[in-house]
């Protein structure tokens, strides 16, 4: 039990500074693609900052630490203050993901160009398995929120494409969605979809640069 609880506080030592980076980056990216389209309401409620408490959710968080998937706050933005509401929602909702690739390539190249030789070995090996956690993370962060389940970035599809036609499938899910979110963690065989779709992903951009 006592190796167990420590090899788990080692690993949230990493995991949790790895998170508050992705979903910094995640949420900040939103805010300032909805501001330069012409919204203001994430600069206004104090969204606009890489500071990660400004974006912290207590669910997400926590799941995070149970099952190795979180997710943050959601940037709050008013359709009306698009000049073209459907398509600067989508690349409203685009951005925090994208910020998240974009990251996982930027630590795979510190790995890359890691200078090894400058330090310990013991030191090097704890810069690679930060940086290589934070990549993971940052990867899970995209993939995760391009899911189409409120308030994920991947609902703003849906909202995006069908509330015109099928405003009740909208509603039905923003009504349900953290039941289905819940669902999708609980039953093994979504989880592990979810898992391997995320795996898959980072050997993907790992491959690409390593």
Avoid at 100 to 126: E, W
Avoid at 166 to 187: D, K, T
């Amino acid at each position: 039990m006592g190796n167990e609880l420590i090899n788990f506080l080692a690993s949230i030592a990493v995991i949790f500074p790895a998170f508050l980076i992705a979903l910094s980056f995640h949420e900040f990216s939103h805010a300032l693609v909805a501001t330069l389209l012409g919204d203001d309401t994430a600069k206004k409620s104090g969204r606009l900052t890489i500071n990660p408490f400004a974006h912290l959710d207590l669910i997400g968080t926590l799941f995070l630490l149970i099952f190795r998937i979180g997710w943050a706050r959601p940037v709050p933005f008013d359709l009306r203050n698009f000049k073209y509401p459907r398509l600067y929602s989508i690349l409203t909702a685009l951005a925090g993901p994208s910020a998240n690739f974009i990251l996982a390539f930027v630590f795979f190249f510190f790995i890359k160009y890691f200078p090894i030789t400058y330090f310990p070995v013991n030191v090097s090996k704890s810069f690679i398995d930060v940086f290589m956690a934070t990549a993971y993370i940052n990867v899970m962060f995209g993939i995760f929120n391009l899911l189409p389940i409120p308030p994920l970035d991947g609902s703003h599809f849906i909202t995006a494409l069908l509330y015109k036609r099928f405003p009740n499938v909208v509603a039905w899910l923003y009504r349900y969605s953290f039941f289905i979110l819940i669902f999708l963690f609980f039953l093994p065989v979504t989880r592990m979809m979810l898992i391997n779709l995320i795996a898959g992903t980072f050997e993907f951009i790992k491959n690409l640069v390593l």
